[in-house]
């Protein structure tokens, strides 16, 4: 048994196994720079880790001193000494500093320094244990610069950063985030940002904030009032993003922008807008009345005109001056018309009367109605129609009136005894219809914008043609009525210009009664009708009445509403002529009771107003006015 147990024991370790291991532990460590100072501070032993540390063989650095690793300026401040002192005096002393290696470059160490005493406490030496940190000092300089240029980009960004609790509690604020509110960042951490948010507001943000709980890593963006330091609201928009699982953060991250500048603007823009549609509604009743106000003397003036040709048909001064009157009052009509046509074609409220119509009938009315301007600037007029029938589906008057336009036009900007040509063909499935003069013609920047409204070419005093810059509009607006497009050609000023109107062709030729609608019907024979004319103008009752008796016509007339339904229970009136715009009783409640006491039967109402809106109209069929 005695000798089993001492099998099991180890061999006693002599001084020199002793010597053996702390060799080749000095050895293998080579992570560490470990050796050995004498009481000088010179270097006694030196192994594999501090040569493959600090770049020395132990032959090259035993006996040189231990500031042969210190920095000159460290040496000036005599570092070495005091770590060895510090170690004499303390039993070790720890640093973190650079050292020199032999080739001169620098690495950041972490060390300690150890004093050796004997059994009686004599001083022996120094052990010293050096370990590189230059990569971890690399990653942490990184780090931090990353942190710094990071913090900096917070500081100076004009959004705001904050930070947040799950209650709303503030835990970091930006300079940017507290200066919107005059607030430095300090004065913000603690607060709960509820207790800043305008009372309006805060419901819908604490539902936003609940929604944004439920979903880590989720974002919701809002707009907000906050109270800042001297009392006012500002307005913000924060997007707030939901990090409370992330333990780098670990907090609610809200960046909000000061948007109270663009809240005014948009105020300022809506209380403009609102104006501007006000003035809009206001146009449209001014060109309403302004067009009613023009209406009443015109009309009356034009059946004046009538009454001369019929009474003094002999009399060339007399026709003539009725002629001239009459091209005047038609002028002034087609002013007043395209003004109040412009006004419902930019609302939108213009209706076609669509039915099958020829391309030669709308043509042939375009020339009737712009025939007297061409002729009164002697002008050449060549039209050019289509050998076959080439049939539309539109409103004949409407496409008469763009083609009339532009038949205007050319007369108008063309020097007096010029040359205008009308050409109409099919082409394809589309009806083209040109319009060209030998006029001043269209500056090429004039081009694109020459059917805006009232938009109107350079004049000068010698050449003014006059027109309120409508016409071409119209016509743009007419043709796309119709699924058709017009556009403008023309190689520069003095060199004439050309108008080309694109309209889709009916499929298929109409039958015979649409045919007769589209050409239009011929006058029948006249009859006689009894016929009341309600006007409280005198002059427009009468200049009608004179014009119809002079058409064989019986005629009475009423000058307000209750006399007309006065004559209307003592008579047996065919035909009632009837102003809308009479004084206290107006001419819809005058329709109405003549309906409600003659009924539908016998009597035919028409409506002879100078209002021309469609609300108008609508009132009158509804007032059960016949036309």
């Excluded at 009445?545 to 209307?568: C, F, I, K, N, Q």
């Excluded at 809106?613 to 009132?619: G, H, N």
Aim: hydrophobic share 40%; net charge negative; with cysteine.
């Amino acid at each position: 048994m005695g000798q089993e147990a001492s099998r099991d024991l180890a061999p006693a370790q002599t001084p020199r196994t002793v010597e053996e291991q702390y060799r080749l532990f000095m050895e293998c460590v080579k992570d560490y720079a470990i050796f050995f100072l004498d009481v000088q501070g010179c270097v006694a032993s030196w192994n594999a880790g501090a040569e493959a540390i600090l770049g020395y063989a132990e032959a090259e650095i035993v006996g040189q001193p231990l500031a042969r690793f210190f920095t000159a300026e460290e040496v000036e401040r005599g570092e070495p000494e005091k770590e060895l002192q510090t170690a004499a005096a303390r039993g070790r002393a720890s640093d973190d500093r650079f050292v020199v290696r032999k080739d001169g470059s620098r690495l950041w160490v972490t060390g300690v320094t150890t004093a050796l005493r004997d059994h009686a406490g004599n001083l022996r030496g120094f052990a010293k244990v050096t370990r590189d940190l230059s990569e971890r000092r690399r990653a942490e300089d990184a780090l931090r610069a990353s942190a710094e240029r990071f913090r900096a980009l917070v500081e100076n960004s004009w959004d705001g950063i904050t930070l947040m609790a799950a209650d709303g509690t503030i835990l970091d604020s930006s300079s940017a985030a507290a200066r919107t509110l005059g607030h430095g960042p300090a004065e913000l951490i603690g607060r709960n940002g509820f207790d800043l948010i305008h009372p309006e507001d805060a419901p819908a943000a604490r539902e936003l904030l609940g929604r944004l709980l439920c979903e880590p890593g989720g974002r919701v963006t809002m707009q907000y009032r906050l109270r800042h330091k001297d009392g006012s609201w500002r307005w913000l928009e924060g997007t707030g993003t939901n990090l409370l699982h992330d333990p780098a953060v670990a907090a609610l991250v809200v960046n909000d922008r000061d948007i109270t500048e663009r809240k005014c603007l948009e105020d300022e823009l809506r209380r403009r807008l609102a104006e501007l549609a006000q003035a809009d509604r206001r146009k449209d009743e001014f060109l309403a009345v302004l067009g009613h106000e023009l209406r009443n003397p015109l009309a009356p003036i034009r059946n004046a005109c009538h009454v001369l040709r019929l009474k003094a048909p002999h009399d060339a001064d007399l026709r003539r001056s009725g002629e001239m009157i009459d091209r005047q009052v038609q002028h002034l009509t087609r002013l007043v018309d395209d003004l109040l046509d412009v006004s419902r074609i930019t609302r939108g409220k213009v209706q076609l009367r669509v039915e099958p119509v020829e391309l030669t009938a709308v043509v042939a009315r375009a020339v009737e109605t712009s025939r007297p301007l061409i002729d009164a600037q002697g002008h050449e007029l060549a039209v050019t129609l289509p050998a076959e029938p080439v049939w539309l589906e539109g409103d004949a008057t409407r496409l008469g009136q763009a083609l009339a336009n532009l038949l205007n036009n050319a007369a108008k900007y063309t020097e007096r005894g010029g040359r205008i040509r009308l050409t109409a063909e099919r082409d394809g499935d589309q009806a083209v219809v040109r319009v060209g003069d030998n006029g001043t013609g269209i500056a090429p920047a004039m081009l694109p914008r020459i059917f805006d409204l009232f938009l109107q070419a350079e004049r000068n005093l010698g050449r003014s043609q006059g027109g309120l810059g409508i016409g071409l509009t119209l016509v743009r607006a007419l043709v796309e009525l119709h699924g058709g497009v017009v556009e403008a050609q023309s190689d520069g000023l003095e060199k004439g210009s050309e108008f080309i109107v694109r309209l889709p062709v009916r499929a298929g030729a109409p039958g015979r009664a649409g045919a007769e609608a589209g050409q239009g019907g011929g006058a029948g024979a006249r009859t006689a009708f009894r016929v009341l004319v309600v006007d409280d103008n005198r002059d427009s009752a009468d200049s009608v009445a004179m014009l119809l008796r002079l058409w064989g016509h019986d005629v009475t007339v009423a000058y307000d509403g209750p006399s007309a339904v006065e004559l209307a229970r003592r008579g047996q009136f065919r035909v009632v002529l009837l102003d809308i715009g009479l004084p206290g009783m107006t001419g819809y409640e005058v329709a109405r009771q003549l309906r409600a006491e003659a009924g539908d039967e016998g009597m035919l109402l028409i409506a002879m107003t100078g209002y021309g809106q469609e609300e108008d109209r609508r009132r009158s069929q509804a007032a059960r006015i016949d036309h």
